[in-house]
């Protein structure tokens, strides 16, 4: 069973850098698609973006020149870097694995981090 | 970028059917597919693809789609079927999209 978790400071200040990273465990990085999604308090989810075990990058485009996905497969983990936060980044972010080859859908996700971005 | 969009809140009595939709162009091309998220948990998908299930969603969950719209129907909803479901999709660039989500009540 493929499990996710996410690791990273939970409060950061405005115009910091929020870095979370991911271990997966009970299967391999390699092979497959990995994904950052976030939910702010009491809303939707959001797609951030994806790395392919290649490093191979997608990104949302609103957040694109904010966001950085990279893949370190001898820890079997990977990372998120968004810069510049503001309140408007505070959210429950998810590590999750995402299937692309024939229909697009996650079959597993972390359980979550809150990231309060306070001053 | 693609937009999906769902009614935000749907009621049903319990046992009854209930069918959530999420419309948008993408899913003329491409499949929906469909989470359950409960509070303070992370989604879990109940349907992906055409019309398929993973491992332990019970069969009163169901997809389909035409056109512009992808839908979950819930045979014969029940307490535990309370919560927020999301659909999801891709379009022609990978870039994946959600749903606004659908806060599902059961009377």
């Given at each position: 069973q493929v499990q996710l978790q996410e690791s990273g400071p939970g409060l950061l200040k405005p115009s910091e850098?929020?870095?979370?990273?991911?271990?997966?465990?009970?299967?391999?990085?390699s092979g497959h698609c990995w994904s950052w999604i976030r939910q702010p308090p009491g809303k939707g989810l959001e797609w951030i973006g994806y790395i392919y075990y290649t490093g191979?990058?997608?990104?949302?485009?609103?957040?694109?020149?904010?966001v950085t996905i990279s893949l370190d497969t001898t820890r079997n983990q990977f990372s998120l870097e968004l810069?510049?936060?503001?309140?408007?980044?505070?959210?429950?972010?998810?590590?999750?694995?995402?299937?692309?080859?024939g229909p697009t859908y996650i079959d597993y996700w972390g359980q979550g981090t809150l990231v309060t971005v306070s001053s | 970028s693609s937009e999906l969009t769902q009614d935000p809140a749907v009621s049903v009595a319990l046992g009854q059917p209930v069918r959530i939709t999420c419309q948008g162009d993408t899913l003329?091309?491409?499949?929906?597919?469909?989470?359950?998220?409960?509070?303070?948990?992370?989604?879990?998908?109940?349907?992906?693809?055409?019309?398929?299930?993973?491992?332990?969603?019970?069969?009163?969950?169901?997809?389909?789609?035409?056109g512009n719209t992808a839908s979950l129907t819930i045979s014969g909803a029940q307490a535990e079927d309370e919560a927020d479901y999301y659909c999801n999709s891709r379009d022609t660039s990978g870039s994946v999209v959600f749903g606004g989500g659908t806060k599902l009540t059961v009377l």
């Open positions: 850098t929020l870095s979370l990273s991911c271990t997966v465990s009970g299967g391999s990085i191979s990058t997608n990104y949302n485009l609103s957040l694109k020149s904010r810069s510049s936060v503001t309140a408007a980044d505070t959210a429950v972010y998810y590590c999750a694995r995402v299937q692309v080859e | 003329r091309t491409y499949y929906a597919s469909w989470y359950q998220q409960k509070p303070g948990q992370a989604p879990v998908v109940v349907i992906y693809g055409k019309n398929y299930r993973p491992s332990g969603i019970p069969d009163r969950f169901l997809g389909s789609g035409s």
